[in-house]
């Protein structure tokens, strides 16, 4: 399904932009602004030519409001509109295409995931040239019950995939413009593909490298997950069954070539120790 969009005006400055940030937003009108502001002090810490993205998923409060008067306040800061409420899969998508970065990296809006830790992920991408740089999350004050939650999920990714991720559903990463368009791509229907983010790279044989990241409250707002998931967790097995038998006759695409020839392409260190996990 194709979502409609409008966006803020591209930046002017005609310089190669080699970061973007996607951050999907429902009604995050108290989170928008400390997202802005601590993201755009990371890449001044960076020195690096970035953009923020934020993806309006049909709020309903005034966090187009808020985005759309930090996009008037810099350029580095662009915003794109759903008309309707369709997913956080369908805002990173939005979110891709919009961007202008050869490389992308994926934020939750609600400040979950830190924006201070988007260098990390950078770096070990840097360092390494994986496909994809994937945090793994060390909650800091989220309930007991999450964890448990995200491990048993965890658990049954690798379980039914044949991998070794320690975060597999983690949704804190940063790809190549590229990889991550071909990871978005699914024949069925899913309403928890992000879930699957990692399960996802995985089966198309891309590269994968994990990096330790805090994972703290929520900021501000209301998350999607009720206080005992059995129903989100029942409907995430299914789909997990669902997206298995659509991948069941995957080989490798060959992803970990093109690493390398990214490698040569741009100058980047080739790895002389440690493989990804």
């Given at each position: 399904?194709?979502?409609?969009y409008?966006?803020?005006p591209?930046?002017?400055?005609?310089?190669?932009?080699?970061?973007?940030?996607?951050?999907?937003?429902?009604?995050?009108?108290?989170?928008?602004?400390?997202?802005?502001?601590?993201?755009?002090?990371?890449?001044?810490?960076?020195?690096?030519?970035?953009?923020?993205?934020?993806?309006?998923?049909?709020?309903?409060?005034?966090?187009?409001?808020?985005?759309?008067?930090?996009?008037?306040?810099?350029?580095?800061?662009?915003?794109?509109?759903?008309?309707?409420?369709?997913?956080?899969?369908?805002?990173?998508?939005?979110?891709?295409?919009?961007?202008?970065?050869?490389?992308?990296?994926?934020?939750?809006?609600?400040?979950?995931?830190?924006?201070?830790?988007?260098?990390?992920?950078?770096?070990?991408?840097?360092?390494?040239?994986?496909?994809?740089?994937?945090?793994?999350?060390?909650?800091?004050?989220?309930?007991?019950?999450?964890?448990?939650?995200?491990?048993?999920?965890?658990?049954?990714?690798?379980?039914?995939?044949?991998m070794?991720?320690?975060?597999?559903?983690?949704?804190?990463?940063?790809?190549?413009?590229?990889?991550?368009?071909?990871?978005?791509?699914?024949?069925?229907?899913?309403?928890?593909?992000?879930?699957?983010?990692?399960?996802?790279?995985?089966?198309?044989?891309?590269?994968?490298?994990?990096?330790?990241?805090?994972?703290?409250?929520?900021?501000?707002?209301?998350?999607?997950?009720?206080?005992?998931?059995?129903?989100?967790?029942?409907?995430?097995?299914?789909?997990?069954?669902?997206?298995?038998?659509?991948?069941?006759?995957?080989?490798?695409?060959?992803?970990?070539?093109?690493?390398?020839?990214?490698?040569?392409?741009?100058?980047?260190?080739?790895?002389?120790?440690?493989?990804?996990?």
């Open positions: 399904m194709n979502t409609r409008t966006t803020t591209a930046p002017r400055h005609g310089k190669p932009i080699t970061l973007s940030v996607v951050a999907p937003c429902f009604n995050e009108e108290g989170n928008v602004n400390a997202l802005v502001d601590r993201t755009l002090s990371v890449f001044d810490e960076m020195g690096t030519v970035a953009e923020i993205i934020l993806v309006d998923d049909g709020s309903a409060d005034s966090t187009w409001g808020c985005i759309t008067k930090r996009a008037e306040q810099d350029e580095r800061v662009r915003g794109v509109k759903h008309g309707e409420n369709s997913g956080i899969e369908a805002a990173w998508k939005s979110g891709v295409e919009t961007s202008e970065g050869h490389l992308v990296c994926l934020i939750d809006a609600d400040l979950q995931n830190r924006p201070e830790d988007i260098p990390l992920l950078y770096k070990t991408y840097v360092r390494e040239v994986p496909d994809m740089v994937q945090a793994v999350r060390h909650p800091t004050g989220s309930p007991k019950r999450r964890h448990v939650f995200s491990r048993g999920l965890n658990l049954l990714l690798n379980t039914a995939f044949g070794k991720l320690r975060d597999n559903k983690s949704g804190f990463i940063l790809a190549r413009r590229d990889v991550l368009s071909n990871i978005l791509r699914h024949h069925y229907t899913y309403r928890y593909y992000q879930s699957f983010i990692g399960v996802a790279a995985g089966v198309r044989g891309y590269l994968i490298a994990e990096a330790d990241t805090a994972f703290e409250s929520r900021g501000a707002g209301k998350s999607f997950l009720p206080r005992f998931p059995i129903m989100v967790s029942a409907r995430i097995a299914w789909e997990l069954a669902k997206y298995r038998y659509e991948t069941w006759s995957w080989s490798s695409r060959g992803a970990t070539g093109r690493s390398e020839a990214l490698r040569q392409s741009v100058g980047l260190p080739t790895p002389t120790q440690g493989d990804a996990t």
